[in-house]
């Protein structure tokens, strides 16, 4: 199985900071990665997929980068909605697997 | 907009098999690449296995042995079997809508059902 890890697993910051979440994978999995933002008690919702590429209805404070074996996911200016945990995730080879996810807590 | 609800007991014995469904709505079953995702309290996601809607599988080799997902096409409903559950599986279960090719990530989910299992 891929191991996908990511760092740091609690992030604490502010409104209006900028923040990257780092994820990385046991092997290459070229740029099949999504982005998921999971609230309590919530079902996780889809943010990026394919390393990059925004879903529709995001807002463009989250961005994504990275191929290979090195992700990340950046917020630009943080909204109070923002704060959350958040999961990637490797589509490339099954089983698909997830990280364990990077809690992201108001300061 | 495609919606999708998991149904199905709230709780299971040990050594009993968990049997969730899930209700498609809002669009067809048909073409689309179907998953179950589970979550135990208060710990990441397990992607437990797909289903196509012409009935091809995938299942997470962790739970192979114990697991079969089912569809019917003419319900727009797909369906999780767990055989021999233990305190282990307790966990809130998703079903989950991927592409329409494999190899996609997991662009629509439904809210989630908490199955535990208990005596």
């Known amino acids: 199985d891929i191991q996908m890890t990511q760092s740091p697993s609690t992030l604490s910051a502010s409104v209006g900071d900028r923040v990257t979440i780092t994820c990385r994978a046991s092997q290459s999995i070229r740029n099949w990665l999504a982005w998921y933002q999971q609230k309590p008690g919530k079902a996780p919702k889809l943010l990026i997929s394919q390393a990059s590429s925004l879903e529709n209805g995001v807002p463009s404070r989250f961005s994504g980068s990275g191929s290979g074996t090195e992700f990340t996911l950046s917020i630009s200016t943080l909204q109070p909605d923002d704060f959350a945990t958040y999961y990637c995730q490797q589509y490339d080879c099954y089983p698909y697997t997830f990280g364990q996810g990077t809690k992201l807590e108001i300061k | 907009q495609v919606q999708l609800q998991e149904s199905g007991p709230g709780l299971v014995k040990p050594s009993e098999t968990l049997s969730l469904t899930c209700t498609v709505s809002?669009?067809?079953?048909?073409?689309?690449?179907w998953s179950w995702i589970r979550q135990p309290p208060g710990k990441g996601l397990e992607w437990i296995g797909y289903i196509h809607y012409s009935g091809s599988t995938n299942y997470n080799p962790s739970l192979r042995s114990r697991v079969t997902i089912s569809v019917d096409t003419s319900k727009n409903q797909f369906s999780l079997k767990l055989t021999s559950v233990t305190a282990a599986d307790t966990a809130v279960y998703y079903c989950?809508?991927?592409?329409?090719?494999?190899?996609?990530?997991?662009?629509?989910w439904g809210h989630g059902t908490l199955v535990t299992v208990s005596a």
């Open positions: 809002g669009g067809s079953i048909s073409t689309y690449y």
């Open positions: 989950a809508r991927l592409g329409t090719v494999g190899g996609t990530p997991f662009a629509h």
